[in-house]
């Protein structure tokens, strides 16, 4: 599996979150600026604090999203030798033990949440960090090894199937 592709598609998708998140926040600092007359300011300077909040909040994001895309630029994911333990870069397959669902997970340094396109269209994958609760649970571990991973307060035991 081509590693650098989903690398560089998470840095598209950071790079969007990025762009967005700075006009947004131009957008409440303009509403701050020009968005009431003097008269209207002083009356409710309450939401001119709220648009200024929000254009910080945003501004914030934005930066996040640049810091991660910086953390990526030099991240080159090397492929998985078998019988290796599971480390940052991998593609983890699980499988529900109950449900017998697989998901497929890529393990990135940044970019948690994030939901990638495998090459040539192959499936999703869901961005995950070491510091998630599903990272946290594969990493060190190997192929054919259970994992046992609380999702949405439900607790669940998976078998770890493929990683590439």
């Known amino acids: 599996m081509d590693k650098q592709f989903l690398v560089d598609q998470l840095i598209a998708e950071l790079r969007a979150s990025a762009r967005a998140a700075m006009s947004a926040s131009e957008v409440a600092e303009s509403e701050v600026r020009d968005g009431a007359t003097p008269a209207e300011k002083r009356e409710d300077a309450r939401a001119a604090l709220e648009f200024g909040t929000l254009a910080g909040a945003h501004t914030r994001r934005a930066k996040r999203a640049i810091g991660e895309v910086d953390a990526l630029v030099t991240f080159r994911p090397g492929p998985h030798r078998p019988g290796t333990p599971i480390a940052t870069g991998a ?8 449900t017998q669902e697989g998901r497929t997970f890529f393990l990135a340094p940044v970019g948690a949440g994030i939901t990638l396109v495998g090459p040539d269209g192959d499936g999703f994958l869901s961005v995950v960090t070491a510091a998630s609760p599903i990272g946290r649970a594969v990493l060190g571990r190997r192929e054919g090894e259970i994992v046992d991973v609380t999702v949405n307060g439900e607790p669940r035991e998976w078998t770890i199937t493929w990683v590439g």
Do not use: N, P, S, Y
């Open 91 to 98: 593609v983890v397959e699980v499988e529900d033990a109950d």
